[in-house]
């Protein structure tokens, strides 16, 4: 058998040639790209240094208005406070005169109060009167008075005041609107 080589060694050399500039060719191409991302990067790395240090700037900037926003905060809060004990205090004045105005028609004359106290929710009265009639009337008239409730008889008790014998009474319920 023999063998014959068509194939001219010229070629082969210029094939080997252009397979090696293609190669450089694309290395540098490759290098050339990297490089562009690269200093691409590198510019939007300082454009966004320089746009977080001039937010700092203006976040620093605004520290006196923040602060003057908290001070307003407090002020507006301490101010709800004082519309709502405003608000309570109106509410109680209404209660207040209403319960006066009723105190004043259910007392007979026989009867008479020493103190009223009112906390929260609830009362308690004192007073005076010769005979105990009088005092179950006037719980029974408390008893109807629609905001006041759970109207209860807390003590009853001789006492003498000025040489006179008299009752002395207690009086507890709830008291609302």
């Not at 063998?3 to 090696?20: A, G, S, T």
């Not at 001039?54 to 900037?61: D, F, L, N, V």
């Not at 008889?153 to 014998?165: H, P, Q, R």
Request: proline residues 2%; glycine residues 8%.
């Amino acid at each position: 058998m023999i063998r014959i080589n068509l194939l001219p060694r010229k070629p082969r050399r210029r094939v080997l040639r252009y397979n090696m500039y293609v190669a450089i060719l694309v290395t540098v191409a490759n290098f050339a790209i990297l490089g562009g991302l690269y200093f691409t990067n590198m510019r939007h790395i300082e454009a966004y240094s320089r746009m977080i240090a001039s937010a700092k700037k203006e976040i620093a900037s605004l520290d006196g208005v923040y602060a003057e926003y908290l001070k307003l905060e407090r002020q507006k809060k301490e101010i709800g406070g004082k519309i709502n004990a405003i608000g309570g205090l109106k509410g109680g004045r209404a209660l207040a005169a209403r319960t006066l105005y009723d105190l004043t028609s259910v007392v007979s004359e026989s009867l008479w109060l020493k103190t009223f106290k009112k906390t929260q929710n609830r009362f308690e009265m004192e007073g005076r009167s010769p005979e105990n009639e009088s005092i179950s009337s006037f719980m029974e008239s408390l008893s109807g008075i629609p905001y006041m409730t759970n109207v209860e008889l807390k003590n009853i008790e001789d006492v003498t005041e000025e040489g006179v014998v008299i009752k002395r009474f207690v009086i507890q319920g709830n008291i609302g609107i």
